[in-house]
């Protein structure tokens, strides 16, 4: 199975989040199906650095230099994302899917968004969000558009300094389980990752969906 990590916006966690759920569990790959701003260093690259050496990584399905939106992207370097070609690898034991921006990103020039991907391919999500001031909107907007279009959500992880109010707003407004609290790690590194990874998902609520028999750090 595959578990999409997705988030309120860009820049928002879905990367270090990724790399945390390969140290956690070390069976599962890595796919990123659309990349933009690769001039700048990719995703692919930084969970290589960040998650345990080893980790399986796919070959992204697209990916465009420019940071902007896929969509834009695609159009300037003469292209167009043919959504029914990014499908998660199913004999891959565990996937991670590391999804672009927010849900509601734009994909194709035709108003194709990244949730019609997630409605496509029917797979459970987590949603990473800021712990800070603008959470409670940003979050709660993402959960209505994702349940909107029937899209399994497995929880939400909080990212940034822990917020006991912000948390518990989002569980109570949100109807959804905050599954982990990611501090800021500095440094930020493949250490510090393995080690906040121990106290990730303590209850291996995610561990079936990324195939895992045990919900054990190994
Ligand atoms: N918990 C964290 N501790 C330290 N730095 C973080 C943490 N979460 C995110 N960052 C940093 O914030 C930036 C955005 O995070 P990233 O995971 O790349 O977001 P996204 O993949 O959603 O665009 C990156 O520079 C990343 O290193
Ligand atoms: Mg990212």
């Not at 990103?105 to 990473?128: E, M, N, T």
């Not at 990874?197 to 303590?202: I, K, V, W």
Request: hydrophobic residues 40%.
């Amino acid at each position: 199975m595959s578990l999409v990590v997705t988030a309120t916006g860009t820049e928002v966690g879905k990367t270090v989040v990724s790399a945390l759920l390969l140290a956690r569990y070390r069976q599962a790959s890595y796919w990123k199906p659309v990349a933009s701003g690769a001039c700048e260093g990719s995703d692919s690259e930084t969970v290589q650095r960040l998650a345990p050496e080893g980790t399986r990584i796919l070959e992204e399905g697209y990916s465009f230099d420019p940071p902007v939106s896929p969509h834009l992207a695609a159009r300037w370097a003469g292209e167009s994302i043919e959504v029914e070609r990014l499908v998660p690898k199913g004999r891959e034991s565990g996937l991670v899917i590391e999804g672009i921006g927010g849900v509601m990103v734009p994909l194709r020039d035709d108003g194709v968004l990244f949730l019609d991907l997630l409605v496509q391919w029917g797979q459970p999500c987590l949603l990473v969000a800021s712990s800070q001031l603008g959470t409670l909107n940003h979050t709660l907007l993402s959960l209505a558009a994702l349940r909107a279009q029937r899209v399994p959500v497995a929880g939400v992880v909080l990212n940034g300094p822990p917020n006991r109010d912000n948390r518990e707003a989002i569980e109570r407004f949100g109807e959804v389980e905050v599954i982990a609290e990611l501090p800021v790690l500095d440094p930020l590194n493949r250490s510090t990752v393995t080690q906040a990874a121990s106290g990730f998902d303590t209850a291996g609520q995610l561990a079936g969906l990324l195939d895992q028999s045990q919900g054990e750090c190994r």
